[in-house]
């Protein structure tokens, strides 16, 4: 029954281009192995599922190079090979959110009060819920980051927070964490050395806080750090928007 409703879903309204046509495949396609509860098999065989969608063969490989991007799909070679069903690939997701919002111009105020109030509940949880080999990992990134030279320091406070975030058990809110994450990654950035240090004292606090599992002093420590990011976005030292869009020729 449910495949019947995924075809009729695909069959109804089909779009002009073929583009649009792949793009609506490929999530049939994702739906019909959701409800099959992502078995580790093939897919089936290429010419069923192309008369079964009455699709063509350029629309179908389009269809499964957009699945094999999001890892729904992955190609098996060898005996008992082909196209296999796979996973969903959070990292693409992560970068879709990340174009998105750079895009939209986002608020450093949005970003930072959304940040605060999900790395308020991360903290929280990974206190209460982390185990003390993952809090060993925790202080072992610490460290790492403690140690880091200016031109790492932010990639290593991203791993960190990262990681933080796969402690507090939500599966969603780490996810959302990651997104936001994301849009301090910038390879081009280059911050002052004195902004490097000051990120360094302000994680390695604020590692050694969560490690010790002090809920009340890691809150205040990451809310003071936001503050302290707030100001350092004022002056420019970070940027989350994207370069403004240039005018088409005809715009006035």
């Not at 999001?70 to 069903?85: D, F, Q, S």
């Not at 606090?205 to 205040?220: T, W, Y």
């Amino acid at each position: 029954r449910r495949r019947t409703r995924v075809d009729e879903w695909f069959k109804t309204s089909r779009p002009d281009s073929d583009d649009k046509l792949a793009q609506r495949l490929a999530l049939a396609l994702a739906q019909d192995v959701a409800a099959r509860g992502w078995p580790d098999e093939r897919f089936g065989a290429e010419a069923e599922l192309m008369d079964r969608f009455g699709v063509s063969r350029s629309i179908w490989r389009e269809a499964i190079r957009l699945l094999e991007m999001h890892g729904i799909a992955r190609p098996r070679r060898g005996r008992g090979g082909g196209l296999m069903i796979g996973r969903p690939d959070a990292t693409y997701t992560i970068d879709s959110a990340r174009r998105y919002l750079r895009r939209a111009h986002l608020k450093q105020s949005h970003y930072l009060d959304m940040r605060s109030v999900l790395q308020a509940g991360a903290i929280s949880f990974a206190i209460t819920r982390a185990t003390e080999d993952e809090m060993t990992e925790l202080q072992r990134l610490g460290k790492r980051l403690a140690q880091a030279d200016d031109s790492q320091t932010v990639a290593a406070a991203v791993d960190w927070h990262c990681y933080l975030s796969t402690l507090c058990g939500n599966r969603a809110l780490s996810l959302l964490l990651r997104i936001l994450l994301s849009l301090t990654q910038d390879p081009d950035a280059k911050v002052p050395v004195s902004i490097a240090e000051l990120l360094r004292q302000r994680h390695t606090k604020l590692s050694q806080a969560v490690v010790g599992r002090d809920e009340a002093k890691a809150q205040r420590i990451a809310l003071e750090h936001f503050e302290w990011l707030q100001e350092m976005l004022d002056l420019q030292l970070g940027s989350l928007h994207a370069a403004p869009l240039k005018p088409a020729a005809d715009e006035d």
